[in-house]
């Protein structure tokens, strides 16, 4: 596709489950992020890649969030043993490579644990 | 590293009056910057983006932003707000490393 997108759209889990959230970037984008924005906040960034690495994993909340890309393409953002503070919209981007170029956004992961 | 900060959480205007969002941001380095909008239950969209050159930007939905560097600013304005341009913005700066930071987000409401 043209854009961004992100799978499931929305996702109800129980506390403790596991669960795994999909983003399919732009074609040709090197560079992918996921954000997490809970309800009435602003985006709390996670984590990024470049390629299949990720140079930075600073805002991963904690030890039960993982992500990961392959192919330097799709990638996956796993949460275990989910806490019902894990709710909230989780947001996918892609950039092209090189600097100062913008993020496109996916429509997001509504993610709500019961 | 780069921060933006946006003034005011949530900004109330009549439809027709001037709408002013603030951002100030902070960078090391000239910076890149960008305004993005969030309609309800969507991802975000780019409203516009200063690289370099010309110092006022033009962006979609008649949106513009002046880059001023001795303020450190980049308020975005709108001189006419209509009912469609209720939603939540956000100001982000990058310093040319694919690293954005992203501001806390200003809710715009209109009000007929």
């Known amino acids: 596709g043209a854009g961004v997108s992100q799978s499931p759209s929305n996702k109800v889990t129980e506390k403790g489950k596991d669960v795994e959230l999909r983003c399919d970037p732009i074609?040709?984008?090197?560079?992918l992020y996921w954000y997490r924005q809970s309800l009435g906040q602003g985006l709390e960034f996670l984590i990024y890649?470049?390629?299949?690495?990720?140079?930075?994993k600073s805002g991963l909340p904690s030890d039960r969030f993982s992500a990961e890309r392959t192919g330097g393409s799709v990638s996956t953002l796993t949460i275990q043993r989910t806490q019902q503070e894990d709710s909230a919209v989780y947001l996918c981007?892609?950039?092209?490579?090189?600097?100062?170029?913008?993020?496109?956004f996916g429509p997001g992961t509504r993610l709500t644990v019961t | 590293a780069q921060s933006v900060t946006q003034l005011g959480s949530h900004v109330s205007v009549s439809e027709g009056a001037l709408v002013l969002l603030r951002c100030n941001y902070s960078?090391?380095?000239?910076?890149?910057l960008f305004w993005y909008v969030q309609y309800p239950n969507q991802g975000l969209q780019l409203l516009l983006k200063?690289?370099?050159?010309?110092?006022l930007v033009k962006g979609i939905n008649g949106f513009e932003a002046e880059f001023k560097k001795s303020e450190t600013s980049f308020h975005l304005t709108k001189p006419s707000a209509h009912m469609s341009d209720a939603a939540e913005y956000f100001c982000?700066?990058?310093?040319?490393?694919?690293?954005?930071?992203f501001g806390a987000g200003t809710r715009l409401t209109v009000k007929p």
């Open positions: 982000a700066v990058s310093e040319g490393n694919n690293d954005m930071r």
């Open positions: 981007a892609s950039s092209r490579p090189g600097g100062g170029h913008e993020q496109y």
């Open positions: 960078s090391s380095v000239p910076p890149y």
């Open positions: 200063y690289t370099t050159g010309a110092t």
């Open positions: 890649f470049q390629g299949n690495s990720a140079p930075d």
């Open positions: 074609s040709g984008h090197t560079a």
